[in-house]
């Protein structure tokens, strides 16, 4: 059972690992309470208790269960390092057993062999002090080790011998003798040992200073329990500590957030008194969130230079070999009229779906250029060690490149496995998905380079605008909200909803495609709040015009802007840090940048994980890039999964949202 019970627990932890993306490095002092079941083990080498009659050969090993509850706090040593200080109070109960075999005399007066069963029950209790550093080594994934320091408070004891078999009897007549109860003779008074272990740290708010920690520790006991008798104690526990820190452990993201709302206007239940008239005002805010000393909205459409990078793998569905359809695919003839610059009008999704001929025009085009084709599959269910279903994966796109683009053979090797080398969760479907792929590997960097497409681009100069309502609102409120009113009655609605409590300040973010839409086509706006009451009282509030200036520039005629965007992909997954592919693409994308150049630097994830830590992680890849790039005058954010680039539902789509975006304005 304890084997099991360890087994499971490895398990879970391993499991949260893959699975999760997860929290700030940054240490902080927590204070909490914990609490866990202890699995005890007993090692003995003794015949009896001190005093206490015992016909016992030998004592050797028990087993037993207990509990252990305490308090914490938790220092910060260094990043990453912690140190926890715990006092508790623990069990550490156990039943020794020992059975022999003598000759006795039986009812008949014959000699016969018999069983005898030496049981000592044991309950010992201890006031402790543990003392514990702990390592961040995986993200939540902590490693802790350290001593305990107590003493053992309270020690009982069950003593009894037992002819189990023949129906034989002791001299006293009886089946049981040496039968003795109370405190445990010699009771040692230190009780000391090392403590080493696992932790996992689970977020309860956004603001991360709350957190529910699932542990496993494994405590082995250094002092006897009783004095001048080989006995010692080690346990095996699983409990859970509940931790909470005065301070925020997560930086403050530039991207502002909705206001806290207000509490709505108590119910009049006597006489209306006099209230003041309601209104609304609008402020808008620059990227940098300080009030516009223009207060108007400006926003410019430019020709962008965006450079994406190859996602050099193709997802193949659950246990099917055959190149799915949402792959780009022409014949033979279609080769010759093939040309990346026909990719210029495309999206990143767009031009990764010719993945495949990309690769074959640029090894057709240059006969050095080799590729290395890995293929692999989930795992798991009917994929499981389904070695046969890489290597059927691994044909079907040689044979597309050799005999529609023409590739020899001789150009193409190929390496099958179950699992990439970096796989994602094995547990979840989408981890699955991701796993079952193709990978492209070439010693030619430019065979795998990046595509460099052309789109329209937004530089906008500022993309938030707060509205707060003020005044009196009717007491039981129905439908409310806010809109935006342009010219010709046109009108967009920015906020509709139903009931208290009413919103009276909110953050309306205008970097989105559909507010865009509606601003092209306008010179000016007005911001709109209604408020209105079951038995039809009414607020309409609107505030003073607002301009807006918005154009589309074209490059050489109407201004030399020129925006350029990079995406920096290949983040793996729950990470931040730049592996060497990023770090050698950046590299060709630092002369891009100019002494005059303003950069926007805006960091991503997948909507695999916690909402609140993907915000964190994607703002810490951010700075990442911006650290490498070096450019003083930038703009770092992070959106986290809530304005995803691509279709999270889709392997490739979450991959490319694993993401930084840079955007270079001169």
């Known amino acids: 059972m304890k084997k099991i019970i360890i087994v499971s627990t490895f398990f879970f932890f391993a499991y949260c690992n893959v699975y999760a993306q997860q929290s700030d490095n940054k240490s902080s002092m927590w204070i909490g309470l914990f609490g866990g079941v202890n699995f005890n083990q007993h090692t003995a080498d003794f015949q009896g208790l001190p005093g206490i009659p015992s016909c016992c050969p030998q004592y050797e090993n028990g087993s037993g269960s207990g509990f252990a509850v305490g308090a914490l706090i938790e220092l910060p040593l260094f990043t990453d390092v912690s140190l926890a200080i715990r006092p508790n109070f623990s069990s550490y109960n156990a039943e020794l057993t020992s059975k022999e075999f003598n000759p006795i005399r039986l009812a008949d007066q014959t000699i016969g062999q018999a069983e005898f069963n030496h049981v000592l029950v044991s309950n010992f209790s201890a006031l402790s002090v543990d003392g514990l550093l702990q390592y961040k080594v995986l993200n939540r994934l902590g490693l802790v080790g350290g001593v305990r320091v107590g003493i053992l408070s309270s020690g009982t004891f069950t003593q009894s011998e037992k002819i189990t078999s023949n129906n034989g009897t002791f001299k006293n007549g009886k089946t049981i003798q040496n039968e003795f109860t109370g405190d445990i003779p010699d009771r040692a008074t230190l009780n000391a040992g090392f403590t080493l272990g696992l932790m996992y740290d689970l977020s309860l708010n956004s603001r991360q200073t709350l957190k529910l920690v699932p542990e496993a520790l494994f405590s082995y006991g250094i002092t006897p329990l009783v ?38 206007t108590e119910p009049v239940l006597a006489e209306k008194p006099k209230i003041a008239p309601a209104e609304v005002a609008a402020t808008i805010y620059t990227n940098d969130n300080k009030p516009a000393t ?25 246990k099917s070999s055959q190149i799915p359809q949402r792959y780009i695919q022409i014949t033979k003839n279609e080769t010759d009229k093939f040309s990346e610059k026909q990719l210029r009008e495309s999206e990143g999704l767009a031009a990764y779906y010719q993945t495949l001929n990309v690769i ?38 040689k044979k597309y490149l050799s005999e529609v683009w023409s590739i020899n053979e001789s150009r193409i090797t190929s390496e099958t496995r179950n699992l990439p080398a970096k796989f994602s969760n094995i547990e979840s479907e989408e981890g699955r998905q991701e796993n079952s792929r193709l990978e492209f590997v ?47 009655n046109s009108k ?55 301009p807006v200036d918005y154009k589309v520039l074209e490059l050489g005629k109407d201004s030399s802007v020129a925006v350029k965007t990079f995406n920096v992909i290949m983040f793996d997954v729950d990470k931040y840090e730049l592996n060497e592919e990023n770090k050698n693409y950046l590299q ?18 997948d909507r695999t994980g916690d909402a609140a830590y993907n915000q964190t ?25 809530s304005r995803p680039l691509y279709d999270n539902n889709l392997p490739e789509g979450r991959f490319y949202n694993r993401t930084v975006e840079v955007i270079i304005e001169e």
């Open 227 to 264: 004095s001048n008798l080989s006995w010692n104690n080690h346990y095996f526990r699983v409990g859970v500590s509940l931790k909470y820190s005065p301070f925020e452990t997560v930086k403050p993201v530039i991207v502002p957030e909705e206001k806290m709302q207000e509490k709505p």
């Open 360 to 397: 074959g025009s640029r090894m057709k085009n240059n006969a050095k250029f080799t590729i290395k084709i890995i293929g692999s599959n989930s795992d798991a269910g009917e994929e499981k060690g389904n070695i046969s279903l890489s290597q059927a994966r691994v044909n079907s796109v």
């Open 294 to 318: 223009e207060q108007k909205l400006i926003v410019r459409e430019l020709l962008s230079k965006q450079v994406v990078p190859m996602l050099p793998m193709i997802f193949f569905d659950q």
């Open 442 to 488: 070439s010693s030619n960097p430019a065979l795998l380079a990046p595509i460099i497409v052309f789109d329209t681009a937004r530089a906008i100069t500022y993309n938030r605008m707060d509205i707060e309502l003020t005044g009196g609102l009717p007491a039981v409120v129905g439908r409310w909200g806010f809109n935006a009113k342009g010219k010709d």
């Open 588 to 605: 060709q994308l630092i002369p891009e940048v100019t002494a005059t150049s303003r950069l926007t630097i805006t960091g991503y994830t």
């Open 617 to 641: 992680l994607s703002l810490n890849r951010a700075r990442s890039v911006a650290r490498e790039i070096g450019s003083p005058n930038v703009i770092i954010k992070g959106v986290g999964e």
């Open 492 to 546: 967009y609605v920015i906020y509709d909803n139903y009931g208290t409590p009413v919103t009276r300040q909110f953050s309306w973010d205008i970097d989105n495609s559909s507010v865009l839409e509606f601003l092209r086509t306008q010179n000016s706006i007005a911001v709109n709040a209604f408020v209105e009451s079951e038995s039809g009282d009414k607020v309409d509030v609107t505030t003073a015009s607002i």
